[in-house]
C-alpha cells in the first residue's frame, strides 16, 4: 500500500471511532490516545488530536461536574478537588488536557467514596500545568476513564493550612495523604508540609480511665524513612485489649501486636492523685511518610470484641536533635536489652542521628587577637553550653610562657544560640590575658566528635591537642611534656596524661576494656578514684586507650585515620574508638603520669538534652563493640600476658 503524501486526508471523527464500541472499549481505546498515542506518535501539541481527543471524552450528554481549586500552598501548588459522578476504579494516573498539549501529572490522587457509589478525588497540582483556558484533568481508572474541566475558582481560595483546619477531623487520612504528597512536590513543599502540620495538628486522642478502667496512650511516635518508633502504654484491668496497630496513608491498618515489646511502667492517676501499674509498650512501625516529616501517626488500640479506640500522639518534635532525644527516651534504660535496641531503637536512632550529622555549613570564624604565626601544636577545644571553667582554664593557659609561644587555640561552639555570649567573655578574657585564640562557630549542634573534626581542619601545627572545656592544668609545660612523647621510633601514635578530679584522687590514669556480666566490651580507666599518688598510676606504660578529655597526636595520623568516628551519640566511646583506629595503624598508646590536669567530668554532657546515659550508652557500646570487638579481645588477651610474665619476674 502507497500513501501519497500531497493527498488530503479526511479528520478523524470522534463519534464513528467510537461507534458498535461498547462502553468498556470504548474507554479503553480513549485510555490509550491519552497514554500511549499521544507520546508514541509525538502528538501531544497536535490541534487535530487535542481536538479528536476532548470530543472522545466527552461523548455523552451527561453533565459533567468541574474540578475547583480548594486552597493553595507553597509557590505555584494547588490542592484541587475533584467530584465524579461515576467509579473509574483506582485511579493509575491523571493527565493534563489543554491547548498546551496532554501531559501527565505527577500528583497522586487521593479518592473518597461518597454516597450513591459517587467519588471525589483530591490532587495537587502545579497550576502552571492548569494554565490555559478550559484545561480538564483526565483520570485514567482500572474501570474507566473521567475527564472534567478546571473550573476558575469564585474567589481566592483559602491558603492549605486553614483548609485542612477545617477539614483534618472528618479526612484525617487526606490530611496525612496530602502533606506526604507535598513535602515531596517541589523544593518548598517539605517546609511547606511542616507548617501545615504545626498550623493545623490533628486533636490528640488518647483513651482515659471509664467504669472499665481502660486507659491508654501514645507517647512517642516517630516517623523515619527506617520505620516509626511508636511507644506509649495501656491499662487494662478487665483484660480487653487484644493489642495494638498503626494506621498507614492509605487507611491500611498494620497489626503490631505481635512485634510489641512489653514491660512494667507507673502512669498517672487523672487529677494527680498518685501512680498505678499499666503496661508499657515499644515497636517499630512501618514508615508512614518516609523520608517526609508526619508528626502525628495515628495508631488503635484494638480490642478483643473487635471495635478499637483512635490513639493520635501529640506533635512529635520536628528538629532532628530533639527528635533523637525523644527517642532515645522512649524506652525507660532498665526495659531495654539487646534485642529491643537492635531491632526497635537503633534504626530510628541511626536515621536520626545521621539527619543530626547531615552536612553542616562552613562555621563561622571569630579570631581574636594575632595567633602564632607558626604554631607547634593546634589546642581544639569543643564547647556546648558549660562555660563555667573557661575564665580558670584560660588563665592557666596564660601564665604557660610555652603555650603563649607554641600553642594555636581553638575553640569550637557547638551550641550556636551562645554565639554572642561566649564571643564577648572571650574578648573580655583576651583583653585581660591577651592570649590569642579562634573561636568557629558551628550552625547546629552537632555532637563532640564532629565539633573536634571540624575544629581539627582549621589546625594548622603538626600535632593536635585534643582537649575538653573542663580541663584545668596544674603546671606550666605540660603540652611540651605530652608532645615530646610522640616517639616515631617507638611507634607511639596518641598520649595521654594522668587526669585528677576535684578531691585530687584519680580520674583517669589510661583506659582499658572489660567484659561485664552480658560480656559486652565496656570502657573502664584505671585506678579511678584512688590516690593521686597510687605507686601503679605513677608508671609510664603503653595502655589500650586514653580518654579524649586530652589526648595529643600527630595532626596527619588523625587525618589518615578519619579523625573521630561520628555516629556514636551524644559522646561515649569516640575516644576509645579513636584509639583503636590509630593502634589499627600499628601505633601505640602511651599514658604519660609525669602530666597531670584537672578534669571537671562531664559537666558539659549533662545539660545535653540527648543525654541519656542508659539508652545512648548503651546504643554506643552495641556499636563499639559490633565495631572493635575482635580487636579489644586480642588487646586485653595481650594485657592479661604481660601482667602474668610482670608477676612472674
Known sequence: MTLAPSAAMPTADAAGLLRDLEEHAAATLTSTFVTLWSSLFRLQRSTTFLRILSALLHRGERAVPPATIVARTVDDIALVQAPLAVSVGKVNAVYRLSRHGVARLRGEPYRTVLAKGREIFHLLVSESDMSGQR?????????????????????KPPSLVSWLRDHAKRAVALREHLLIELAGFAPKGMAAAIEAQIGAPLERQRVSSGPSGLAAEITCALSTAAGTLVSGWYRDPLNLVAGIAAVGRDGTVHDMTSSLRRYPVAVGVEGGAGQVGATGFAALAPSVGGAAPVLQPRFRLLLNSGAYHMLVPAPQPLDPA?????ALRAVPPQHVDEKLLDEVLKPVIVNLHERVQSPASRPEIRQIGSPPAR??????????????????????????????????????????????????????????????????IMDRNAGYARACNVGASFARAEVLALVNSDIIPLSQNWLPALVSRLDARKRVGAVGPKLLFEDGSLQHAGMYFEQDHRGRWLNHHYFKG?????????????????????????????????GFSEDYVIGDYEDSDLCLKITSEERRILYAPEVELYHLERKSMSLNMDYMKGVAWQYNCALHASRWGETITQIMNTQV????????A
Open 135 to 155: 484545561a480538564q484533568l483526565i483520570f485514567i481508572g482500572t474501570d474507566g476513564i473521567h475527564a472534567c474541566l478546571l473550573a476558575a475558582p469564585s474567589k
Open 322 to 326: 530533639g527528635a533523637r532525644a525523644a
Open 375 to 440: 604554631p607547634r601544636v593546634s589546642v581544639v577545644i569543643p564547647l556546648y553550653k558549660a562555660l563555667d571553667f573557661l575564665r580558670f582554664q584560660i588563665a592557666a593557659f596564660a601564665i604557660d610562657p610555652w603555650f603563649r609561644r607554641n600553642a594555636e587555640l581553638i575553640y569550637v561552639l557547638d551550641s550556636p544560640e551562645q554565639a554572642v555570649e561566649v564571643e564577648h567573655l572571650l574578648r573580655g578574657l583576651h583583653l585581660v590575658h591577651e592570649l590569642p585564640m579562634s573561636l568557629l
Open 530 to 562: 584512688l590516690p593521686r599518688n597510687y605507686p601503679p598510676a605513677l608508671v609510664e606504660r603503653i595502655v589500650p586507650a586514653v580518654t579524649g578529655a586530652c589526648l595529643v597526636t600527630p595532626r596527619a595520623l588523625f587525618e589518615k585515620v578519619g
Open 641 to 648: 600476658r604481660i601482667a602474668k610474665r610482670s608477676k612472674a
